[in-house]
T-cell receptor, first 112, second 110 residues
Framework: QQKVQQSPESLTVSEGAMASLNCTFSDGTSNNFRWYRQHSAKGLEVLVSIFSDGEKEEGRFTAHLNRANLHVSLHIREPQPSDSAVYLCAVSIVSNTNKVVFGTGTRLQVLP | GGIITQTPKFLIGQEGQKLTLKCQQNFNHDTMYWYRQDSGKGLRLIYYSITENDLQKGDLSEGYDASREKKSSFSLTVTSAQKNEMAVFLC?????????FGKGTRLTVV
């Protein structure tokens, strides 16, 4: 079964410094990747989706996918204190795109 | 836009009790999910359903039942609540690839 792990578990950065989050998955047929953010007072919001190797940018959020290395990352440019939240990666495989498996989460804190 | 409504928002149960959580969506999405989120952890998939009357087990289905009697609703039953159990249960539905979430039901077992 698909295993999705995220690192680090928690990350603290200063406002304006790049924040990098990692996600590894176990099923090499995975083809559908999304990064979500979860604020404590809000629900989950999708940040960026990526389906092929390379990078995909949505505003200050950039996802990098390397399927050969079973790795997808999220980079947050110029993070702000309001970006402090739990970040989750979500993965599904080509033979069953309905089954969406989430990672373990990274708690990001951005200091002013 | 659509919305996913979970009821109740807070649920307090007793050990051994059977508890039911409800979820409604008006997106007209085919696929719906139940996830469990424990403090400091990610989301773990309990059950999902790709259409009315369909049920698929996730990685955490033991101890739970689910029911998809209508396209718009998906309910989850905790068959026997475990003492000191605390978690948030999130319902979601999927359309055009994106997954949309409800606000969650927070379960406490005393």
């Amino acid at each position: 079964q698909q295993k999705v792990q995220q690192s680090p578990e928690s990350l603290t950065v200063s406002e304006g410094a790049m924040a990098s989050l990692n996600c590894t998955f176990s099923d090499g047929t995975s083809n559908n990747f999304r990064w979500y953010r979860q604020h404590s007072a809000k629900g989950l919001e999708v940040l960026v989706s990526i389906f092929s190797d390379g990078e995909k940018e949505e505003g200050r959020f950039t996802a990098h996918l390397n399927r050969a290395n079973l790795h997808v990352s999220l980079h947050i440019r110029e993070p702000q204190p309001s970006d402090s939240a739990v970040y989750l990666c979500a993965v599904s495989i080509v033979s069953n795109t309905n089954k969406v498996v989430f990672g373990t989460g990274t708690r990001l804190q951005v200091l002013p | 836009g659509g919305i996913i409504t979970q009821t109740p928002k807070f649920l307090i149960g007793q050990e051994g009790q059977k508890l039911t959580l409800k979820c409604q969506q008006n997106f007209n999405h085919d696929t719906m999910y139940w996830y469990r989120q424990d403090s400091g952890k990610g989301l773990r998939l309990i059950y999902y359903s790709i259409t009315e009357n369909d049920l698929q087990k996730g990685d955490l289905s033991e101890g739970y039942d689910a029911s998809r009697e209508k396209k718009s609703s998906f309910s989850l039953t905790v068959t026997s609540a475990q003492k000191n159990e605390m978690a948030v249960f999130l319902c979601a539905s999927r359309g055009t690839g994106k997954v949309f979430f409800g606000k969650g039901t927070r379960l406490t077992v005393v």
